[in-house]
């Protein structure tokens, strides 16, 4: 049995937070698999020796300026697939769904949709992603299995995971519908492994640049997710938040999720 960690961060720009990337690799509690989204960077311009220095190997699907995911890890993955592979993937769906196997373990990193707007274009694309999400889940995968899905999947589960959730009913990450398709696709076997661990509230991994002292004040959402099945998360032993990271100077207005597992 050895210990086994597992972080997602939506790092805004992988070239501009290589410093606050660096720090969290380089430290104490580091991760074995880090899936990082929003990287916006092209696969030819991904920083790739930047981890092979830090001892990582990187694999990534991006493209020019927006989205983009990618998951470094000690070892290296035994299988990777982009993008949903329902026969419909287009240029943005194999930048936000990157798909690694790592023994008898599977790793999806997503990047979902923030939608805008409830009504608009992106959020009928955030909803559809949703769908395909489970879809792929029933298609490619088995709830017996050892699969962790994570990644900045943008909707709040609860109440308990946004700040004043009263004033924000139609919020495309908070609205009724939102959490319904994510519901959906939670319900497919997986458990919320950080709600395991930290049930309790005030527990956020995005405080919005727009509000000053959003991080010292704690006005934060928890839209970064780790959801495992059950065989994983039985195995799970802690999550924890990098908050320091967002404190850092030119941060991410998200940070570092990790989760612990026992296998």
Not at 75 to 90: E, N, S, V, Y
Not at 106 to 118: A, L, N, R
Not at 148 to 166: A, C, F, K
Not at 204 to 223: H, P, T
Request: aromatic share 10%; with cysteine.
């Amino acid at each position: 049995m050895a210990m086994l960690r597992i972080a997602t961060f939506n790092v805004n720009s992988i070239k501009a937070r290589l410093p606050i990337v660096g720090k969290f690799l380089s430290g104490g509690g580091a991760p074995d698999i880090l899936c990082m989204q929003e990287t916006k960077c092209q696969n030819a311009d991904f920083p790739e020796d930047f981890f092979k220095g830090l001892g990582y190997k990187c694999a990534y699907s991006g493209m020019k300026s927006y989205n983009g995911v990618a998951v470094a890890s000690l070892a290296p993955p035994d299988k990777l697939d982009a993008g949903f592979g329902d026969g419909g993937d287009t240029e943005r769906d194999f930048a936000r769904v990157l798909r690694a196997r790592f023994g008898d373990l599977d790793v999806v990193c997503t990047y979902v949709p923030q939608g805008k707007e409830i009504g608009s274009p992106d959020y009928d694309y955030k909803l559809r992603f949703l769908e395909r999400l489970r879809a792929m889940f029933d298609r490619e995968y088995k709830p017996s299995g050892k699969l962790l899905w994570t990644g900045d999947i943008n909707v709040v589960p609860t109440d308990i995971d946004v700040t004043h959730p009263e004033n924000k009913r139609d919020h495309v990450c908070v609205c009724e519908e939102a959490r319904a398709a994510l519901s959906a696709v939670v319900s497919w076997g997986f458990v919320d492994v950080f709600r395991k661990h930290r049930p309790g509230p005030g527990e956020f991994s995005f405080w919005d640049y727009r509000i000053k002292g959003a991080l010292e004040k704690n006005i934060g959402w928890r839209i970064d997710h780790l959801f495992a099945t059950e065989v994983l998360a039985d195995a799970s032993v802690d999550v924890s938040v990098a908050r320091e990271l967002r404190a850092m100077e030119r941060p991410s207005d998200h940070t570092a999720v990790t989760a612990v597992f026992d296998l």
